[in-house]
């Protein structure tokens, strides 16, 4: 028997669990599909751990240069990239469990699954242990986006990686060409010559 909502949102981004949040505190009975993971693309791979990973990178910055200026010796210092990237998992995790919460304390059901619709109405999720049927009166849909390759440029997450490969590196890197040099492509540049990495943008 298929589960019926007010509002169901497709996506637990920044757009939809606010969404959800917003729609059930209007009195609707709501659910949000997921997945992935809660947070979306934003909080898991983009903004928040490309913000943590900067700020690791100012912080040693500031250990190498800034330092001795202030009259502080801070001498040996190294990076260990998997306890970095440890360290920026905690954050984002601690981060997505509190999107969680906040979906929970506002009478949000979560849905964990892939959403494929049938219907203006209706929409299956697989997930892990089977397959449900959703109804609503009312979708939004808030799927976010994906890095998109370019022709000739495979990714790997190795030698060629999207944004999100990128800050999942695991080792200083020696050199890195970053092509595009809008605000994603900067922020992974001077994160990483932050790092002691020699960054070329196209």
Same mark, same amino acid.
């Given at each position: 028997?298929?589960?019926s $909502?007010?509002?169901?949102?497709v ?6 669990y606010?969404?959800a %949040?917003?729609?059930?505190?209007t009195?609707?009975k709501?659910?949000?599909i997921?997945r992935e993971?809660m947070?979306?693309v934003?909080?898991?791979?983009g903004c %928040? ?5 900067i =700020?690791?990178?100012?912080?040693l910055?500031?250990?190498q240069h &800034? ?5 502080i010796t801070v001498k040996g210092?190294a ?10 998992k &905690?954050v ?6 509190g999107?969680e ?6 009478t949000?059901?979560i849905?964990?699954g892939?959403? +494929? ?5 209706e929409l299956t999720?697989? &997930?892990?242990?089977? +397959?449900?049927s959703i109804t609503a009166? /009312?979708?939004i849909i ?10 000739g440029?495979k $990714?790997d997450e190795?030698?060629i990686?999207? =944004?999100t490969?990128?800050l999942?590196?695991k080792?200083s890197?020696? =050199?890195l060409i970053?092509i595009?040099?809008?605000y %994603?492509?900067?922020? %992974?540049g001077?994160?990483f010559? /932050?790092?002691g +990495?020699?960054? +070329?943008v196209?």
């Amino acid at each position: 028997m298929a589960q019926s $909502f007010d509002v169901v949102v497709v996506g637990a981004g920044p757009g939809g669990y606010v969404a959800a %949040i917003r729609s059930a505190q209007t009195g609707k009975k709501v659910a949000i599909i997921e997945r992935e993971y809660m947070g979306g693309v934003c909080l898991n791979v983009g903004c %928040i751990p490309s913000k943590a990973l900067i =700020s690791a990178g100012h912080f040693l910055h500031k250990l190498q240069h &800034s330092a001795p200026e202030m009259g502080i010796t801070v001498k040996g210092t190294a990076v260990d990239m998997g306890q970095t990237q440890k360290w920026k998992k &905690s954050v984002c995790d601690r981060m997505a469990g509190g999107v969680e919460q906040l979906l929970k304390g506002n009478t949000v059901t979560i849905i964990r699954g892939e959403a +494929t619709f049938k219907t203006a109405n209706e929409l299956t999720v697989k &997930s892990s242990t089977g +397959t449900d049927s959703i109804t609503a009166k /009312n979708f939004i849909i808030a799927t976010g986006s994906r890095p998109i390759e370019i022709p000739g440029f495979k $990714f790997d997450e190795q030698l060629i990686c999207s =944004s999100t490969g990128a800050l999942e590196q695991k080792e200083s890197l020696k =050199s890195l060409i970053v092509i595009g040099g809008g605000y %994603i492509g900067l922020e %992974i540049g001077g994160m990483f010559a /932050n790092f002691g +990495t020699k960054v +070329t943008v196209v």
